[in-house]
């Protein structure tokens, strides 16, 4: 059972206008246009999906203002039968849908791996790695506020707590190297979510040293790293991008495309 994934969206030459997810019995209108009429258009599709009610917010230089619309402040929803608790009020609600594909990607290369999620977020790619029988999970966050998340999600899953190492991605990676810990299968997601909390990390400016480090140091042989990021416009540096497999245009989630929200690398060790 799946009752989140995105409804509808339109783009004009590759820009968009305007994106609906759905939540449960919530939508989340996001509006990247001022020609567009908020209201008019989130009554429409308030009857159209036969949603209680719809969070709009106008997207501008990035930033995100909520116009409208109500709904609590957390929601449970259920995807391929496993549960989160998104926030569909808030800037990052928790569950990236454009990634779906890259988490049943996730599952799959996990199986009986030691898999390492270095930016924890909510712990999603945990939680699928765990269910696709990996040898073991591992988990990196640095804010005690997303380790409840991480930690809420997976008990409502009723699922064993994948290990969690409360540490920054740097601090972590000193203390793996010094121990010659290592892993099959590494999750490296640099989505804006995950880099706007990082301070010290620049994606365009350090990305090629962060994931030959991790490739080199932290990663088995015959081990798989996973590198994803939404940031619009990245370029994978020319340094490393001929040991890179491009997965972004196999795995767009089917009501993203022809839209690529995400771009998408694997490294083989």
């Keep these: 059972m799946t009752n989140t994934f995105r409804l509808t969206q339109l783009a004009k030459e590759e820009n968009l206008e305007y994106t609906l997810d759905k939540y449960d019995e919530y939508g989340v209108l996001e509006i990247y246009s001022d020609q567009i009429d908020a209201e008019e258009l989130s009554k429409k599709f ?20 909520i116009l409208l619309g109500d709904c609590p402040d957390k929601v449970s929803v259920v995807e391929n039968d496993f549960k989160f608790i998104v926030q569909p009020k808030s800037d990052s609600v928790g569950l990236p849908l454009s990634q779906l594909e890259l988490r049943n990607l996730i ?9 390492l999620s270095l930016f924890g977020y909510t712990g999603v790619n945990s939680l699928y790695s765990m269910v696709g029988n990996a040898q073991e999970v591992s988990v990196v966050e640095h804010e005690s506020k997303y380790i409840q998340k991480i930690k809420k999600n997976f008990e409502i899953n009723q699922m064993d707590l994948a290990q969690i190492w409360e540490n920054n991605y740097s601090d972590f990676i000193e203390l793996a190297r010094e121990s010659r810990t290592k892993w099959g299968l590494i999750i490296m ?15 365009i400016n350090d990305h090629r040293d962060l994931i030959k480090e991790v490739q080199e140091r932290l990663l088995k042989e015959a081990g798989i790293l996973i590198v994803t990021t939404d940031a619009p416009n990245f370029a994978l540096d020319q340094y490393i991008r001929p040991g890179a497999d491009k997965l972004t245009n196999k795995l767009i989630p089917e009501g993203f495309a022809p839209l690529k929200p995400n771009q998408i690398f694997a490294f083989y060790n």
Excluded: A, H, M
């Design 107 to 115: 599952k799959t290369y996990s199986s009986g791996r030691e898999v």
């Design 46 to 65: 308030k009857i159209e999906f036969k949603l209680t009610d719809i969070i709009v917010k106008q997207v501008f230089d990035g930033k995100k203002t």
């Design 189 to 203: 997601d640099l989505s804006t979510y995950n880099t706007e909390r990082l301070p010290d990390f620049n994606l």
